[in-house]
Protein backbone atom coordinates (compact mmCIF):
# COMPACT_ATOMS: atom_id res chain seq x y z
CA UNK A 1 0.00 0.00 0.00
CA UNK A 2 1.18 3.45 -0.73
CA UNK A 3 1.25 5.12 2.78
CA UNK A 4 2.55 8.77 3.38
CA UNK A 5 3.92 9.75 7.05
CA UNK A 6 4.09 13.44 7.65
CA UNK A 7 6.56 14.83 9.71
CA UNK A 8 10.03 13.68 9.76
CA UNK A 9 10.43 13.52 13.79
CA UNK A 10 12.24 10.01 15.41
CA UNK A 11 8.17 8.80 15.32
CA UNK A 12 7.55 9.82 11.81
CA UNK A 13 11.02 8.01 11.01
CA UNK A 14 9.87 4.98 13.17
CA UNK A 15 6.87 4.46 11.73
CA UNK A 16 7.98 5.03 7.76
CA UNK A 17 11.02 2.43 8.59
CA UNK A 18 8.49 0.12 9.94
CA UNK A 19 5.67 0.47 6.68
CA UNK A 20 8.41 0.00 4.67
CA UNK A 21 10.09 -3.15 5.92
CA UNK A 22 6.55 -4.20 5.92
CA UNK A 23 6.58 -3.93 1.98
CA UNK A 24 4.50 -0.54 1.88
CA UNK A 25 5.26 2.03 -0.50
CA UNK A 26 6.45 4.76 1.63
CA UNK A 27 7.31 9.13 1.95
CA UNK A 28 8.00 11.18 4.11
CA UNK A 29 6.25 14.40 3.78
CA UNK A 30 8.26 17.85 5.32
CA UNK A 31 7.90 21.84 4.61
CA UNK A 32 10.76 22.31 2.56
CA UNK A 33 12.68 19.20 1.31
CA UNK A 34 15.93 21.15 0.93
CA UNK A 35 15.86 23.13 4.18
CA UNK A 36 15.12 19.36 6.10
CA UNK A 37 17.91 17.47 4.39
CA UNK A 38 20.29 20.58 4.87
CA UNK A 39 19.96 20.58 8.49
CA UNK A 40 22.59 18.30 10.05
CA UNK A 41 21.78 18.86 13.83
CA UNK A 42 20.57 16.82 15.97
CA UNK A 43 17.41 18.10 17.72
CA UNK A 44 16.81 19.25 21.26
CA UNK A 45 15.97 15.53 22.98
CA UNK A 46 19.81 14.19 20.97
CA UNK A 47 18.27 12.56 18.17
CA UNK A 48 20.24 12.30 14.91
CA UNK A 49 19.14 15.06 11.75
CA UNK A 50 16.60 13.19 9.48
CA UNK A 51 19.66 13.88 7.05
CA UNK A 52 21.58 11.78 8.66
CA UNK A 53 19.06 9.06 9.04
CA UNK A 54 17.79 9.71 5.68
CA UNK A 55 21.43 7.99 4.45
CA UNK A 56 20.89 4.72 5.97
CA UNK A 57 16.90 4.72 4.53
CA UNK A 58 17.25 6.42 0.67
CA UNK A 59 14.16 3.76 -0.27
CA UNK A 60 12.14 6.52 2.01
CA UNK A 61 11.65 9.36 -0.47
CA UNK A 62 11.16 12.71 1.33
CA UNK A 63 8.99 14.76 -0.33
CA UNK A 64 6.89 18.61 0.09
CA UNK A 65 3.77 17.72 2.38
CA UNK A 66 1.16 18.47 -0.36
CA UNK A 67 2.95 15.77 -2.55
CA UNK A 68 3.26 13.15 0.35
CA UNK A 69 -0.89 13.93 0.83
CA UNK A 70 -1.42 13.10 -2.39
CA UNK A 71 0.90 10.23 -2.73
CA UNK A 72 -0.77 8.14 0.30
CA UNK A 73 -3.38 5.81 0.38
CA UNK A 74 -2.81 5.71 4.01
CA UNK A 75 -1.45 8.68 5.61
CA UNK A 76 -0.08 9.32 9.01
CA UNK A 77 0.14 12.62 11.14
CA UNK A 78 3.33 12.28 13.18
CA UNK A 79 3.49 16.09 13.10
CA UNK A 80 4.45 17.96 16.11
CA UNK A 81 1.16 18.68 17.96
CA UNK A 82 1.34 22.81 17.68
CA UNK A 83 1.37 22.28 13.97
CA UNK A 84 -0.99 19.55 12.99
CA UNK A 85 -3.71 21.36 12.29
CA UNK A 86 -2.17 24.38 10.13
CA UNK A 87 -0.19 21.82 8.08
CA UNK A 88 -2.99 19.08 7.78
CA UNK A 89 -5.73 21.88 6.51
CA UNK A 90 -3.29 22.88 3.87
CA UNK A 91 -3.25 19.86 2.89
CA UNK A 92 -7.10 18.91 3.00
CA UNK A 93 -8.27 18.51 0.00
CA UNK A 94 -4.82 15.40 -1.00
CA UNK A 95 -6.78 13.89 2.36
CA UNK A 96 -10.53 13.98 1.60
CA UNK A 97 -12.02 10.11 1.62
CA UNK A 98 -8.48 8.90 2.93
CA UNK A 99 -7.63 7.39 6.31
CA UNK A 100 -5.31 9.75 8.27
CA UNK A 101 -3.46 7.68 11.52
CA UNK A 102 -3.42 10.25 13.69
CA UNK A 103 -0.49 10.02 16.80
CA UNK A 104 0.29 13.28 17.66
CA UNK A 105 0.12 14.85 21.07
CA UNK A 106 -0.73 18.17 21.94
CA UNK A 107 2.09 19.37 23.93
CA UNK A 108 3.09 22.76 25.22
CA UNK A 109 6.27 22.75 25.88
CA UNK A 110 6.63 26.80 26.65
CA UNK A 111 7.24 26.15 30.71
CA UNK A 112 9.64 23.15 30.11
CA UNK A 113 9.23 19.54 31.40
CA UNK A 114 6.39 18.30 31.80
CA UNK A 115 4.61 19.50 29.30
CA UNK A 116 1.12 20.50 29.70
CA UNK A 117 -1.43 19.97 26.93
CA UNK A 118 -2.37 22.69 24.56
CA UNK A 119 -6.02 21.81 24.51
CA UNK A 120 -7.62 19.00 26.71
CA UNK A 121 -10.39 18.07 28.62
CA UNK A 122 -13.65 19.08 26.59
CA UNK A 123 -11.35 19.19 23.24
CA UNK A 124 -8.95 16.90 22.01
CA UNK A 125 -6.25 17.58 19.31
CA UNK A 126 -8.05 14.22 17.89
CA UNK A 127 -11.35 16.18 17.29
CA UNK A 128 -9.92 19.29 16.01
CA UNK A 129 -8.16 17.82 13.59
CA UNK A 130 -11.11 15.71 12.41
CA UNK A 131 -13.03 18.94 12.38
CA UNK A 132 -11.12 20.98 10.01
CA UNK A 133 -10.60 17.75 7.51
CA UNK A 134 -14.68 16.47 8.07
CA UNK A 135 -13.97 14.49 4.76
CA UNK A 136 -10.95 12.68 5.99
CA UNK A 137 -11.30 9.65 8.59
CA UNK A 138 -9.22 10.46 11.62
CA UNK A 139 -8.22 7.03 13.85
CA UNK A 140 -6.13 8.59 16.95
CA UNK A 141 -3.61 5.50 17.91
CA UNK A 142 -0.31 5.19 19.08
CA UNK A 143 0.30 8.69 20.94
CA UNK A 144 0.33 7.30 24.81
CA UNK A 145 3.54 5.00 24.26
CA UNK A 146 6.95 5.57 23.09
CA UNK A 147 7.93 5.27 18.94
CA UNK A 148 10.24 2.45 19.43
CA UNK A 149 7.59 0.53 20.87
CA UNK A 150 4.44 1.29 19.15
CA UNK A 151 6.10 0.23 15.99
CA UNK A 152 7.75 -2.95 17.65
CA UNK A 153 5.61 -3.86 20.80
CA UNK A 154 7.51 -7.09 20.81
CA UNK A 155 10.50 -5.44 22.01
CA UNK A 156 8.62 -4.84 25.49
CA UNK A 157 6.81 -7.63 27.86
CA UNK A 158 6.33 -9.64 24.57
CA UNK A 159 3.73 -6.97 23.30
CA UNK A 160 1.90 -7.89 26.58
CA UNK A 161 0.45 -4.55 27.41
CA UNK A 162 -2.24 -2.51 25.25
CA UNK A 163 -2.57 -0.17 21.80
CA UNK A 164 -5.55 2.13 22.37
CA UNK A 165 -7.32 3.62 19.38
CA UNK A 166 -10.26 5.57 18.31
CA UNK A 167 -12.46 7.29 15.41
CA UNK A 168 -15.83 7.87 14.03
CA UNK A 169 -15.20 5.44 11.30
CA UNK A 170 -15.38 1.67 11.88
CA UNK A 171 -14.07 0.64 8.71
CA UNK A 172 -11.34 2.76 9.32
CA UNK A 173 -10.37 1.41 12.68
CA UNK A 174 -10.62 -1.98 11.35
CA UNK A 175 -8.09 -1.51 8.69
CA UNK A 176 -5.81 0.61 11.12
CA UNK A 177 -6.22 -2.22 13.75
CA UNK A 178 -4.96 -4.37 10.76
CA UNK A 179 -2.01 -2.18 10.46
CA UNK A 180 -1.30 -2.69 13.92
CA UNK A 181 -1.17 -6.61 13.97
CA UNK A 182 1.21 -6.24 11.44
CA UNK A 183 3.11 -3.91 13.90
CA UNK A 184 2.96 -6.75 16.22
CA UNK A 185 -0.17 -5.49 18.32
CA UNK A 186 -1.71 -8.11 20.11
CA UNK A 187 -4.09 -5.99 22.71
CA UNK A 188 -5.70 -3.36 21.12
CA UNK A 189 -9.05 -1.43 22.93
CA UNK A 190 -11.74 0.25 20.40
CA UNK A 191 -12.55 3.32 22.64
CA UNK A 192 -15.24 4.10 20.75
CA UNK A 193 -15.66 7.60 18.86
CA UNK A 194 -13.33 10.79 18.18
CA UNK A 195 -14.12 12.06 21.34
CA UNK A 196 -12.27 9.53 22.95
CA UNK A 197 -8.78 11.22 22.10
CA UNK A 198 -9.42 13.46 25.46
CA UNK A 199 -8.99 10.43 27.30
CA UNK A 200 -5.66 8.99 25.12
CA UNK A 201 -3.99 12.41 24.89
CA UNK A 202 -4.86 13.07 28.29
CA UNK A 203 -2.99 10.43 29.42
CA UNK A 204 0.50 12.15 28.06
CA UNK A 205 1.08 14.55 31.84
CA UNK A 206 0.83 10.50 33.14
CA UNK A 207 3.15 9.35 30.62
CA UNK A 208 5.77 12.37 30.92
CA UNK A 209 5.66 11.90 34.61
CA UNK A 210 6.08 8.49 34.55
CA UNK A 211 9.57 8.59 32.57
CA UNK A 212 10.60 11.57 35.04
CA UNK A 213 9.51 8.97 37.57
CA UNK A 214 11.10 5.82 35.92
CA UNK A 215 14.07 7.15 34.04
CA UNK A 216 13.00 5.30 31.30
CA UNK A 217 10.91 5.86 28.19
CA UNK A 218 10.67 2.24 27.07
CA UNK A 219 7.09 1.31 29.14
CA UNK A 220 3.30 1.22 28.22
CA UNK A 221 0.62 1.13 29.69
CA UNK A 222 -1.44 -2.65 30.53
CA UNK A 223 -4.95 -2.83 31.51
CA UNK A 224 -5.36 -5.68 33.62
CA UNK A 225 -8.57 -7.09 33.87
CA UNK A 226 -9.83 -10.44 35.43
CA UNK A 227 -9.93 -13.11 32.93
CA UNK A 228 -13.68 -13.87 32.29
CA UNK A 229 -14.84 -17.26 32.64
CA UNK B 1 -4.41 4.58 64.76
CA UNK B 2 -6.85 6.43 64.46
CA UNK B 3 -8.45 7.18 61.07
CA UNK B 4 -10.70 9.60 59.96
CA UNK B 5 -12.38 9.05 57.08
CA UNK B 6 -14.16 12.00 55.25
CA UNK B 7 -16.79 11.28 52.65
CA UNK B 8 -20.28 8.95 52.93
CA UNK B 9 -19.91 7.19 49.65
CA UNK B 10 -18.73 4.15 48.40
CA UNK B 11 -14.91 4.79 48.60
CA UNK B 12 -14.99 6.52 52.09
CA UNK B 13 -17.00 3.05 53.21
CA UNK B 14 -14.30 1.06 51.20
CA UNK B 15 -11.55 2.32 53.26
CA UNK B 16 -13.27 2.61 56.33
CA UNK B 17 -14.24 -0.96 56.46
CA UNK B 18 -10.61 -1.90 55.31
CA UNK B 19 -8.90 0.29 57.44
CA UNK B 20 -11.07 -1.44 60.44
CA UNK B 21 -10.67 -4.75 59.68
CA UNK B 22 -6.81 -4.05 59.98
CA UNK B 23 -7.31 -3.25 63.54
CA UNK B 24 -7.19 0.59 62.64
CA UNK B 25 -9.50 2.87 64.94
CA UNK B 26 -12.20 4.58 62.20
CA UNK B 27 -14.68 7.61 62.12
CA UNK B 28 -16.51 8.53 59.01
CA UNK B 29 -17.10 12.51 59.05
CA UNK B 30 -20.11 14.15 57.19
CA UNK B 31 -21.50 17.19 56.99
CA UNK B 32 -24.85 16.63 58.81
CA UNK B 33 -25.19 12.86 61.03
CA UNK B 34 -28.79 12.68 61.39
CA UNK B 35 -29.64 13.83 58.08
CA UNK B 36 -26.85 11.38 56.63
CA UNK B 37 -28.75 8.65 58.90
CA UNK B 38 -32.17 9.80 57.77
CA UNK B 39 -31.65 8.87 53.84
CA UNK B 40 -32.10 5.37 53.50
CA UNK B 41 -32.68 6.28 49.53
CA UNK B 42 -29.96 4.58 47.27
CA UNK B 43 -27.44 7.53 44.91
CA UNK B 44 -27.54 7.87 41.26
CA UNK B 45 -25.37 5.37 40.85
CA UNK B 46 -27.51 2.50 42.55
CA UNK B 47 -25.26 2.35 45.96
CA UNK B 48 -27.03 1.70 48.82
CA UNK B 49 -27.32 4.46 51.83
CA UNK B 50 -25.44 4.92 53.65
CA UNK B 51 -27.84 4.42 56.96
CA UNK B 52 -28.10 1.00 55.07
CA UNK B 53 -24.70 0.05 54.97
CA UNK B 54 -24.02 1.62 58.48
CA UNK B 55 -26.36 -1.13 60.15
CA UNK B 56 -23.62 -3.73 59.40
CA UNK B 57 -20.77 -0.97 60.36
CA UNK B 58 -22.35 0.12 63.39
CA UNK B 59 -18.63 0.38 65.15
CA UNK B 60 -17.13 2.77 62.40
CA UNK B 61 -18.94 5.78 63.97
CA UNK B 62 -20.62 8.57 61.69
CA UNK B 63 -19.10 12.05 63.12
CA UNK B 64 -19.55 15.59 62.02
CA UNK B 65 -16.34 17.05 59.95
CA UNK B 66 -14.84 18.28 62.51
CA UNK B 67 -14.90 15.70 64.84
CA UNK B 68 -13.20 13.63 62.44
CA UNK B 69 -10.72 16.07 61.49
CA UNK B 70 -9.88 16.15 65.60
CA UNK B 71 -9.95 12.14 65.84
CA UNK B 72 -7.72 11.28 62.98
CA UNK B 73 -4.10 11.15 63.24
CA UNK B 74 -4.66 10.73 59.60
CA UNK B 75 -7.23 11.78 57.66
CA UNK B 76 -8.77 10.13 54.04
CA UNK B 77 -10.44 12.60 52.19
CA UNK B 78 -13.12 10.52 50.10
CA UNK B 79 -15.15 13.48 49.51
CA UNK B 80 -16.15 14.54 46.07
CA UNK B 81 -13.86 16.36 44.18
CA UNK B 82 -15.99 19.61 44.12
CA UNK B 83 -16.70 19.33 47.98
CA UNK B 84 -13.34 18.78 49.00
CA UNK B 85 -11.32 22.05 48.98
CA UNK B 86 -14.39 23.79 50.82
CA UNK B 87 -15.19 21.38 53.36
CA UNK B 88 -11.47 20.86 54.15
CA UNK B 89 -10.75 24.27 54.24
CA UNK B 90 -13.19 24.20 57.06
CA UNK B 91 -11.72 21.87 59.29
CA UNK B 92 -7.94 23.07 57.86
CA UNK B 93 -6.84 23.62 61.91
CA UNK B 94 -8.08 19.81 62.83
CA UNK B 95 -5.89 18.69 60.10
CA UNK B 96 -2.53 20.84 60.56
CA UNK B 97 0.52 18.74 60.97
CA UNK B 98 -1.17 15.27 59.69
CA UNK B 99 -1.01 13.66 56.51
CA UNK B 100 -4.18 13.95 54.57
CA UNK B 101 -4.41 10.69 52.35
CA UNK B 102 -6.51 12.66 49.21
CA UNK B 103 -8.73 9.84 46.88
CA UNK B 104 -10.60 12.27 45.46
CA UNK B 105 -11.17 12.83 41.76
CA UNK B 106 -12.27 16.66 40.23
CA UNK B 107 -15.12 15.51 38.41
CA UNK B 108 -17.49 17.09 36.74
CA UNK B 109 -20.69 15.19 35.63
CA UNK B 110 -22.74 18.23 34.76
CA UNK B 111 -22.43 17.43 30.85
CA UNK B 112 -23.01 13.81 31.74
CA UNK B 113 -21.54 10.33 31.31
CA UNK B 114 -17.78 10.18 30.96
CA UNK B 115 -17.17 13.23 33.23
CA UNK B 116 -14.89 15.95 32.29
CA UNK B 117 -12.37 17.88 35.11
CA UNK B 118 -13.26 21.05 36.92
CA UNK B 119 -9.74 21.31 37.65
CA UNK B 120 -6.29 19.90 35.13
CA UNK B 121 -3.42 20.21 33.11
CA UNK B 122 -1.93 23.21 34.86
CA UNK B 123 -3.34 22.72 38.12
CA UNK B 124 -5.29 19.76 39.93
CA UNK B 125 -7.27 19.24 43.05
CA UNK B 126 -4.26 17.74 44.77
CA UNK B 127 -2.25 21.18 44.71
CA UNK B 128 -5.64 22.94 45.59
CA UNK B 129 -6.08 20.88 48.91
CA UNK B 130 -2.14 21.46 49.41
CA UNK B 131 -2.58 25.01 49.08
CA UNK B 132 -5.19 25.73 51.37
CA UNK B 133 -4.30 22.92 53.68
CA UNK B 134 0.05 24.32 53.94
CA UNK B 135 0.68 22.57 57.61
CA UNK B 136 -0.77 19.17 56.09
CA UNK B 137 0.74 16.69 54.23
CA UNK B 138 -1.23 15.83 51.37
CA UNK B 139 -0.50 12.32 49.59
CA UNK B 140 -2.58 11.82 46.83
CA UNK B 141 -3.10 8.13 45.75
CA UNK B 142 -5.87 4.95 45.05
CA UNK B 143 -7.57 7.84 42.63
CA UNK B 144 -6.64 6.15 39.46
CA UNK B 145 -8.72 3.25 40.14
CA UNK B 146 -12.22 1.69 41.50
CA UNK B 147 -12.79 1.24 45.12
CA UNK B 148 -13.09 -2.19 45.86
CA UNK B 149 -9.35 -2.88 44.05
CA UNK B 150 -7.90 0.32 45.96
CA UNK B 151 -8.67 -1.44 49.36
CA UNK B 152 -8.06 -5.34 47.73
CA UNK B 153 -6.19 -5.09 45.11
CA UNK B 154 -5.32 -8.88 45.54
CA UNK B 155 -8.63 -9.48 43.81
CA UNK B 156 -7.52 -8.60 40.83
CA UNK B 157 -4.48 -10.05 38.53
CA UNK B 158 -2.86 -11.01 42.15
CA UNK B 159 -2.15 -7.40 42.88
CA UNK B 160 -0.30 -7.48 39.29
CA UNK B 161 -0.92 -3.86 38.60
CA UNK B 162 0.03 -0.16 39.83
CA UNK B 163 -0.58 1.94 42.47
CA UNK B 164 0.49 5.48 42.83
CA UNK B 165 1.36 8.19 45.22
CA UNK B 166 2.98 12.20 45.20
CA UNK B 167 3.43 14.49 47.86
CA UNK B 168 5.84 17.35 48.99
CA UNK B 169 6.66 15.30 52.31
CA UNK B 170 8.90 12.02 52.33
CA UNK B 171 8.20 10.53 55.59
CA UNK B 172 4.39 10.95 54.51
CA UNK B 173 4.44 8.77 51.58
CA UNK B 174 6.67 6.22 53.13
CA UNK B 175 4.00 6.08 56.01
CA UNK B 176 1.18 6.00 53.39
CA UNK B 177 3.16 3.44 51.24
CA UNK B 178 2.90 1.72 54.66
CA UNK B 179 -0.42 1.73 55.00
CA UNK B 180 -1.49 0.41 50.75
CA UNK B 181 1.09 -2.41 51.77
CA UNK B 182 -1.40 -3.52 54.28
CA UNK B 183 -3.79 -3.13 51.79
CA UNK B 184 -2.45 -5.50 49.89
CA UNK B 185 -0.41 -3.64 47.29
CA UNK B 186 2.53 -4.99 45.55
CA UNK B 187 3.76 -2.66 43.26
CA UNK B 188 3.63 1.47 43.84
CA UNK B 189 5.48 4.17 42.16
CA UNK B 190 5.86 7.41 43.51
CA UNK B 191 5.75 9.88 41.04
CA UNK B 192 7.21 12.42 43.15
CA UNK B 193 5.75 15.83 44.74
CA UNK B 194 1.71 16.84 45.04
CA UNK B 195 2.26 18.78 41.38
CA UNK B 196 2.10 15.03 39.56
CA UNK B 197 -1.37 15.13 41.02
CA UNK B 198 -1.94 16.89 37.84
CA UNK B 199 -1.01 13.28 35.61
CA UNK B 200 -2.83 11.27 38.37
CA UNK B 201 -5.84 12.82 38.20
CA UNK B 202 -5.65 13.46 34.28
CA UNK B 203 -5.92 9.92 33.79
CA UNK B 204 -9.21 9.24 35.21
CA UNK B 205 -10.62 10.68 31.62
CA UNK B 206 -9.45 7.46 30.30
CA UNK B 207 -10.44 5.86 33.43
CA UNK B 208 -14.05 6.43 32.42
CA UNK B 209 -13.90 5.70 28.81
CA UNK B 210 -11.98 2.42 29.18
CA UNK B 211 -15.07 1.84 32.05
CA UNK B 212 -17.39 2.73 28.91
CA UNK B 213 -15.32 0.86 26.41
CA UNK B 214 -15.24 -2.73 28.70
CA UNK B 215 -18.34 -2.07 30.34
CA UNK B 216 -16.78 -3.34 33.74
CA UNK B 217 -15.17 -1.09 36.27
CA UNK B 218 -12.55 -3.47 37.34
CA UNK B 219 -9.65 -3.01 35.81
CA UNK B 220 -6.41 -1.21 36.70
CA UNK B 221 -3.29 0.06 34.83
CA UNK B 222 -0.60 -2.03 35.05
CA UNK B 223 2.94 0.16 33.83
CA UNK B 224 4.60 -2.41 31.85
CA UNK B 225 8.57 -2.47 31.75
CA UNK B 226 11.28 -4.93 30.49
CA UNK B 227 13.09 -6.78 33.55
CA UNK B 228 16.13 -5.12 34.41
CA UNK B 229 19.50 -7.32 34.14
Redesign the interface.
Known amino acids: MKIAVLGTGMVGRSHAEKLTSLGHEVVIGTHDVEKTLANDKPDQMGNSAFSVWHKDHENIKLVPFATAGEFGEIVVNALKGDASVEILSSVKHSLSGKILIDISNPLDFSKGF?P??SV???DSLGEQIQAVLPESKIVKTCNTTAAPIQVNPQ???NA??HMFLCGNDADAKLKVTEILKSYGWVSI????DIT?A???E??L??????F???K?P?????????PTS
Open positions: PSLCNTILADHIDMGNRGMMMPMWTRLGALNMFNFKIVQN
